[in-house]
Every structure is written in C-alpha cells, then in structure tokens.
C-alpha cells in the first residue's frame, strides 16, 4: 500500500507540470502588421511538503501537507520583422552600466553604419542631380549657341544677298556713268 504523502506529492507535482510548460517559458507569437512579437519568460517555483504518522490507539492515522508556488516573470521579446531582422528585447536592468553598453554596441554600430550609407547615398543623389542639372545647362547654352550661329548663317546669306545688290547697283551706276561719259564725251567732240 502506497503512503499517503506519495499520493500528495503526486498530485502537487502533476499540477505544475500543468502549470508551467514550454508555452510559459516562450509564450504564443503575437503578430501585429509586418512584425511578429514572441514572449519570453523566465519561470521559478517552490514546492514544499511534509507529514507525519501520528500513532494513535484505534489506527494509525496520517497528517501532511504540501504547498508550491510559481512566478512567471517577463524577461525579454523576440521582434521578428518582415524583411528577416531579428532583434532581442531585454527587460530589466543590466548588473552594470558597462553591460549595457555591451549590449546596445551592436545596434549602436549598425545605425552608424546605417547613417553612414544614408549620407553617402544622398551624397551620390545630391552629386547624380548637380550633374543633370549641368548637363541641362549645357544643352541649353548648346542650344543657344546653335540658335546663334543659325541666326549669324541667316545674316551672313543677307549680308551676301545684300552684297550682290550693291554690286549690282554698283555694277548699274558704273553703267550709267560711263554711258553718261560717253555722251558727253560725244557732245563735246
């Protein structure tokens, strides 16, 4: 026959096998959006029980008891974003100051590094337009040249047409003074 504090410590210990399993210690993911939140926890228990055999007269007779307790503290979150970044909340305070500098070195480093390519892209993008916008200058000041010189080839075929005209007017008063000549040159004989 089974003593009666097996019986106690049996039942007291099957029932924080139920209270405390894999799913207290990493808690159900939470997903909000884009981001998936698993809680994380550290689980502690007592358990204590004890008994007697009290010899009496009529039988023998039992007194006992047991009692457990269990804290489920909170103690840090896995963030899971949806581009595959993975980061380690932690709560509560670090046994140091220079624990947590260690800790938070990582992600200090990654948003420098991060600035850094911000600067240096918009930098690019900042040089990328400055040399769109001289091109286009230059096209313009190109365009304007050309504008220029049609205009001057325009000139120039007026300066020629007017060229040939005064030669030819020339060519006519020439004509008509020597013609002029010629009759006077005729009268006078």
Do not use: C, Y
């Not at 228990?45 to 004890?50: D, I, K, R, V």
């Not at 075929?157 to 030819?168: C, G, I, N, P, S």
């Amino acid at each position: 026959m089974a003593h009666p504090i097996e019986g106690i410590l049996g039942v007291s210990m099957e029932n924080i096998h139920q209270m405390v399993d894999v799913n207290t210690i990493i808690g159900d993911p939470i997903i909000k959006g884009d981001t998936t939140i698993i809680p994380i926890s550290k689980v502690s228990f007592g358990f204590a029980s004890g008994g007697s055999d009290l010899p009496t007269q009529a039988a023998q007779k039992f007194a006992g008891g047991a009692g457990a307790g269990v804290t489920v503290k909170p103690v840090a979150f896995i963030v899971i974003k949806a581009d595959g970044d993975v980061k380690l909340l932690e709560l509560g305070e670090k046994s140091s100051p220079f624990e947590g500098v260690m800790d938070s070195l990582p992600g200090i480093i990654d948003k420098i590094k991060n600035s850094a390519a911000e600067k240096k892209a918009a930098k690019a993008d900042k040089t990328e337009t400055e040399a769109e916008r001289s091109d286009a200058k230059a096209a313009k000041a190109e365009a304007k040249v050309e504008k220029a010189e049609a205009k001057a080839a325009k000139a120039a075929v007026k300066d020629a047409k007017a060229e040939e005209r005064l030669a030819k007017a020339n060519a006519k008063v020439e004509a008509a003074r020597a013609e002029a000549r010629a009759e006077l040159d005729k009268e006078n004989k």
